[in-house]
């Protein structure tokens, strides 16, 4: 399916393909680039997690699956960049269901390279997940770690991330792999069970409920604004000194408790069971910097004001 009232809207500059740019974090990276006025925009999305009315009405859209290479190679002809955002997400989520995220996470995410490679794109930058570092001994989290994942979503992104390593070393493909820490934002999904915390929380506080936290609250994460993120892509599709399969962090570079940001949020909070997941997060963001020019922009409280105003 393609978005026919697209076509006359689209830039005549370099083609730029966005997979998952339905989705959150894809949406955001499309609307940066159609705001610069000088790509050609793609999206490719199956609307499985996206939502049609978060394309951009200036791309063009493609509703194509990222697990029939069929489907997307003829897409990717005559495109310069991709960014590979398309994925099912979720600590949890993989660990309920590893069969069907692998194919997404993994063969999905083979399918986007080969057909990047047959269409001779230049870089390709992926969606990588700090879910790779698991539990580390220390904090903060820096790329040179050991990955250690706990879980097969952490597992699958990091195969994502030496398979875009390899495609350089083998094809002369250049890549480069974000590890993202915990992406908030407008857009971000509250409904499901797996949902993210600052979203979900939202919502709850929307509807009169309880704010629900897993375990004691005492966990932490680098909550990173989804307006950091987006232009942390941007940045790495044009930087001179990427392109050879590095793994860079793209995290706030503080962390707060899940209780500190209920706290935030406001209203009355309620503990449930613990789920299996790293106690802690917190990002080296200082590679980010040396090798994008990247540094957060949005703390965590401005993040949080924005989102109050929208909701």
Do not use: C
């Not at 940066?32 to 951009?56: F, P, T």
């Not at 990427?242 to 935030?264: F, P, R």
Request: a positive charge.
């Amino acid at each position: 399916m393609k978005n026919k009232n697209s076509d006359s809207d689209k830039s005549k500059g370099v083609k730029i393909v966005v997979t998952g740019g339905a989705g959150f974090i894809g949406s955001h990276i499309v609307d940066a680039l159609v705001a610069s006025n000088k790509y050609e925009v793609h999206v490719i999305d199956n609307l499985s997690n996206g939502k049609l009315e978060n394309v951009n009405k200036k791309a063009v859209f493609h509703k194509a699956d990222i697990r029939k290479l069929a489907e997307i190679s003829p897409i990717l002809k005559g495109a310069k960049y991709v960014f590979h955002e398309a994925a099912l997400p979720r600590v949890q989520f993989s660990i309920e269901h590893p069969d069907e995220t692998n194919e997404v996470n993994v063969t999905g995410t083979l399918n986007v390279l080969i057909a990047a490679r047959d269409a001779g794109v230049k870089r390709l930058v992926y969606a990588a997940s700090s879910s790779a570092y698991g539990d580390q001994p220390s904090l903060p989290l820096i790329e040179n770690m050991e990955a250690m994942p706990k879980s097969p979503y952490g597992l699958q992104k990091y195969i994502g991330e030496l398979y875009l390593k390899l495609f350089t070393e083998v094809y002369g493909m250049e890549t480069v792999s974000l590890r993202y820490f915990n992406v908030y934002g407008r857009r971000n999904s509250s409904e499901g069970a797996y949902a993210l915390v600052i979203a979900k929380f939202f919502k709850l506080l929307k509807e009169g409920k309880a704010l629900t936290i897993t375990g004691d609250g005492t966990h932490t994460r680098d909550f990173t604004s989804v307006h950091d993120v987006s232009r942390a892509n941007l940045l790495a599709m044009t930087s001179k000194k990427v392109g050879k399969g590095e793994v860079i962090n793209i995290g706030a570079g503080h962390n707060y408790s899940v209780n500190e940001v209920a706290k935030m949020i406001g209203g009355k909070a309620v503990h449930i069971a613990p789920r299996l997941e790293p106690h802690d997060t917190l990002a080296d963001n200082s590679l980010a910097k040396k090798l994008l020019g990247w540094t957060p922009e949005w703390t965590l409280e401005d993040g949080i004001k924005e989102l109050k105003k929208l909701n």
